[in-house]
């Protein structure tokens, strides 16, 4: 088998993703079922037969999903949740009871990626956004030949027409255009399309058609760039279009949403990503109770600003909400008594928070109580207390047992305390204020992947039984910690270093005890009345010359 692959890794992997787990009998009907010819440019010719015979070996509902990947032009990035979405509007998710639609998307997602029909991408450490986490996937590519492969199907079978690489200027839909995908200079503004199901637009160059023209459309993703020529125009007659699951929009100039957007009734997923002209959103949101997923977000400071002060008296309504995220929330709004109406959230995540009472503190950690069902928490910026709260003490939030991501940028009183193995046993992403004598417990984690910690002392040491913290990979902290226990797959380490004095040098001897470690950050804090940055770092430098070696180090300054 593998001679008949001809040494090519696309095929050898796919052919290995296809036989595993197979008996014997299989590998022989796949070996003689595909026929290798002897053509010129055989390497190729071959993995597209095993790449065919892998697709048609699929469930229907997997070829389904990965035709509609055909949207995409070539090395374009999918993100993962977006896709999925795409796919629940669409219908190609099959509900099973007490299992949300997502999830069974993402499983399916997940078994492309086990068939090595796409090629996974996931975050890292320094590189984290708001939706992304280090070794959580977060999106994927197509290889350009399973690309070709699923155009060349999604076409014979009307499936999919895209329409991208400036292939022409002007182009009249036919009647019968189920999906439609287009880039760079098209132009389909006196186009009519009443078939057409979902609308991807991957340009800011693309003359739009009036929405008046869509009788069954089910998404709606509109991507444009910082000088986008779509405007508040492009959103006209949004509210005639009655059948929409899916609306998306990104880099679009707009200043507001229309208020019609009330209308659609059957809405699941809305996203607005780098609109940085968006003022406000508008209250006919919260008639959108079929709304499973919110997503108000930004990759620039920009946005935030806008947003700061919008109100969200409206989310109580959304009781069907699975996924929300947003830029900003203000002690103006009711949105911390809300939240606990948001029985069925699974994800929640807020760029910033500002509570300036103990009274709001109580409930908000009252209302996430209420979120028995809820897997990723991410509050990014720091709450805000007056003065005269300092002697409010509640025991503090208690996460419930399916938790996975837990990132909170403030002081939870008692929470350490509240998370163990044994209460949280699927934590793999943890974000702390803690102090220092808090640090061991988090060793014991046996899902533990990412770990920042912001501890309440510059030096500590971080210790752990032997079997302590086997899967983490990152660890980000503000503090100087010495390592006097192994961690065994730890790749990536950030922490800070204070040097007040230009002849003490720090001691980085305990990295030994990390044998996978390949970068380490350190954040330089000097003292900017008596020497400057690069004296500070060159301190850093020797030490790091006189300690263990074989991996790479990058120095950061900042005065104190």
Request: glycine share 6%.
């Amino acid at each position: 088998m593998l001679h008949k692959c001809g040494g090519a890794p696309l095929a050898i992997i796919t052919m290995a993703s296809l036989l595993v787990g197979r008996p014997v009998e299989f590998w022989s009907k796949v070996y003689n079922s595909i026929g290798f010819g002897n053509e010129d440019n055989k390497d190729v010719n071959n993995t597209r037969k095993i790449l065919l015979f892998s697709y048609y070996d699929l469930p229907c509902y997997l070829r389904t999903c990965l035709l509609y990947m055909s949207i995409y032009p070539e090395e374009h990035l999918i993100e993962k949740d977006s896709l999925i979405w795409k796919w629940v509007a669409e219908g190609f998710i099959h509900e099973e009871a007490g299992v949300g639609l997502y999830e069974i998307g993402e499983r399916y997602f997940n078994e492309l990626i086990n068939k090595s029909m796409i090629q996974p991408v996931d975050s890292h450490p320094y590189d984290r956004t708001i939706t992304g986490y280090y070794d959580i996937i977060t999106g994927c590519r197509i290889h350009d030949m399973v690309l070709d492969m699923i155009c060349r199907l999604a076409k014979q079978e009307n499936f999919v027409t895209a329409l991208y690489n400036n292939e022409q200027q002007a182009y009249t839909v036919h009647h019968n255009v189920r999906r439609l995908a287009v880039g760079d200079k098209n132009c389909l503004a006196n186009t009519c399309m009443p078939q057409v199901r979902s609308f991807n637009v991957l340009s800011s160059d693309v003359k739009l058609p009036s929405l008046s023209c869509f009788q069954v459309l089910r998404v709606l993703a509109l991507e444009g760039d910082t000088s986008s020529e779509h405007d508040t125009t492009c959103l006209e007659h949004l509210g005639k279009l009655v059948h929409l699951r899916y609306l998306g929009l990104r880099n679009i100039n707009i200043s507001e949403l229309p208020k019609e957007i009330g209308d659609l009734k059957f809405l699941q997923m809305l996203e607005m990503k780098d609109c940085n002209k968006l003022l406000k959103l508008p209250q006919s949101i919260g008639q959108l109770s079929q709304l499973k997923c919110l997503r108000v977000y930004a990759d620039r400071f920009s946005m935030l600003q806008c947003l700061e002060d919008t109100a969200l008296d409206w989310i109580r309504n959304l009781t069907s909400l699975e996924e929300l995220c947003l830029l900003n929330v203000s002690e103006s709004s009711n949105f911390v008594n809300d939240l606990g109406k948001l029985t069925e959230l699974r994800k929640l995540c807020i760029v910033s928070l500002r509570l300036k009472s103990a009274s709001l503190i109580k409930d908000w950690e009252e209302s996430l109580d209420k979120l028995q069902k809820i897997q990723v928490i991410d509050i990014g910026w720091f709450i805000y207390k007056e003065e005269g709260d300092a002697t409010y003490c509640r025991e503090g939030y208690a996460p419930p047992r399916q938790l996975r991501v837990l990132h909170m940028q403030y002081k939870q009183p008692g929470l350490p305390i509240k998370i163990s193995p044994s209460l949280q046993p699927n934590l793999s992403h943890l974000s702390l204020q803690v102090n220092a004598l808090d640090v061991e417990i988090f060793g014991r984690f046996p899902e533990l992947v990412t770990l920042q910690l912001d501890v309440n002392t510059y030096h500590y040491d971080v210790t752990g039984a032997p079997g302590a913290f086997p899967k983490l990979r990152a660890f980000k902290t503000d503090g100087t910690p010495r390592f006097l226990g192994v961690m065994p797959n730890l790749e990536y380490l950030e922490f800070v270093v204070s040097i007040m004095d230009l002849n003490t040098k720090p001691d980085f001897g305990s990295l030994v005890n990390l044998p996978m470690l390949q970068r380490v950050v350190i954040l330089v804090w000097y003292n900017f009345n008596e020497f400057d940055s690069e004296e500070a770092k060159d301190v850093v430098r020797e030490a790091i010359f006189s300690g263990p070696s074989g991996f790479t180090f990058e120095l950061k300054g900042w005065q104190c």
